[in-house]
């Protein structure tokens, strides 16, 4: 069975771009949360998403977004980049809220 | 608001050693803790789930123990080994997302 796929694996923007960062779940999971690891900070929880709807976001600014899409796979959006935007994004994927969350090997975003 | 503290920061021990890294957490309100395991520069690796209303996991060499009136969990790694080498992570999950602690940086020297 296929684990949580992200893509891509590196990215490099410039201050005041634009981001987009992908994730497909494990087959059959329909919630997908989103996690931002910086340097320093820690992983700190970003967004979920179940059903197509965001159902819970953590203390980030609205130029982060994202959505779901039918087949259960998910977009996280940045917008305006700022230097300390730079950081891993890890998408975990689990079969209902609440369950076992199973995580992605990440996309290093670096902002310059 | 969910605190995770992770004890100790940091740890290097031979090889062969047991070994018990702890977790504690502010808010007893959890549906499940999870240890997971970090190579650096990689993502997640799930080690142990445990339900609140369970006491305890095991799998293979590790031991999960949960503790949730107290607020407490540990992560026990029998007979250690170089492989182990890689930053420990603890996190409950309240309110449909996880908390992490800061984790434990782990180095088995051979």
């Known amino acids: 069975e296929a684990g949580v796929t992200q893509s891509p694996t590196h990215l490099i923007k410039t201050r005041g771009q634009q981001v987009t960062l992908r994730c497909s779940p494990i087959s059959g999971h329909t919630s997908v949360y989103w996690y931002q690891q910086a340097l320093g900070l820690g992983l700190q929880f970003l967004l979920w998403y179940d059903e197509g709807e965001e159902r819970n976001r953590g203390n980030f600014p609205p130029r982060f977004s994202g959505r779901q899409f039918p087949n259960y796979s998910s977009e996280l959006n940045v917008n305006a980049l700022e230097l300390e935007d730079s950081a891993l994004y890890l998408c975990?994927?689990?079969?209902?809220?609440?369950?076992?969350?199973?995580f992605g090997p990440g996309t290093r975003l670096t902002v310059t | 608001k969910q605190e995770v503290t992770q004890i100790p920061a940091a740890l290097s021990v031979p090889e062969g050693e047991n070994l018990v890294l702890n977790c504690s957490f502010t808010d007893s309100a959890i549906y499940n803790l999870q240890w997971f395991r970090q190579d650096p520069g990689k993502g997640l690796t799930s080690l142990l789930l445990i339900q609140s209303s369970q006491r305890e996991q095991t799998s293979g060499r590790l031991n999960a123990s949960l503790d949730k009136s107290s607020g407490r969990s540990t992560l026990y790694i029998a007979a250690s080994q170089p492989g182990d080498s890689a930053t420990y992570l603890c996190?409950?999950?309240?309110?449909?997302?996880?908390?992490f602690g800061a984790g434990t940086i782990l180095r088995v020297k051979s």
């Open positions: 975990a994927s689990s079969l209902e809220r609440n369950y076992e969350q199973y």
């Open positions: 996190a409950v999950e309240g309110g449909n997302k996880l908390v």
